[in-house]
Structures are given as C-alpha cells and as structure tokens.
C-alpha cells in the first residue's frame, strides 16, 4: 500500500492526501512540486531516481473498501533537508540521464 506521506520531506510543505502538487519515486520519497522539480530538478536527493504525481486516493468508498477511511495517510512526518551540496554532485551525475534509464 502506497504510504501517503503528509509532508515534504526537505521543506516540511503540508501534502494532504488529495494534493495536486505531491510528487514522488519510486522509493515513495515524498516532495513538494516545487523542491521536486526547482530544488531537484527531477533527481530524487535519496535515490537519484526521477518524480512523478502522486496518486490521489479516493476519499469515498467507491468499491471494495478502497479508500481513504481505510487506508489513511501516514502521520509520520519524514523531514529531513536534502544536502544541496551533496545533491548538486549527484544532478550532475545522473542529472542528463532521463529517469527510465537511469
């Protein structure tokens, strides 16, 4: 189950679970739209992989249990601000790569 994590984890930004503007990779390393691509430039500061939207789970229960109610966004807040110096050594590194092949 995807955990909906209910903040950025490098500016601390609230991330409520139907946020348009929360991106993540493939490791669940939850940011902001705006770190996600102006901060990273699409280089996950964890992983090196690239962002993508997160998902919105549904709020009602439209089939089977599936929802919100049931499966809640975590409460665990994951802030930890990225080194952007150790960050700007890995963007240049795979930084060119596009995200599939990296």
């Known amino acids: 189950m995807l955990e909906l994590r209910r903040t950025c984890e490098h500016c601390n930004t609230a991330l409520p679970p139907d946020a348009k503007h929360a991106r993540i990779c493939s490791f ?5 739209a705006t770190c996600a691509d102006g901060v990273f430039g699409n280089v996950c500061p964890n992983c090196g ?13 439209w089939k089977n249990g599936n929802f919100l109610g049931k499966y809640p966004a975590s409460t665990t807040v994951k802030h930890r601000r990225a080194d952007l110096a150790a960050h700007a050594e890995l963007a240049a590194a795979v930084g060119s790569t596009p995200p599939a092949k990296r």
Not at 28 to 32: H, K, L, M, S, V
Not at 49 to 58: D, H, K, L, Q, Y
Request: hydrophobic letters at 20%; a positive charge.
């Open 28 to 32: 669940e390393c939850t940011f902001c």
């Open 49 to 61: 992989g690239g962002f993508t939207a997160r998902p919105i789970r549904p709020s009602k229960d």
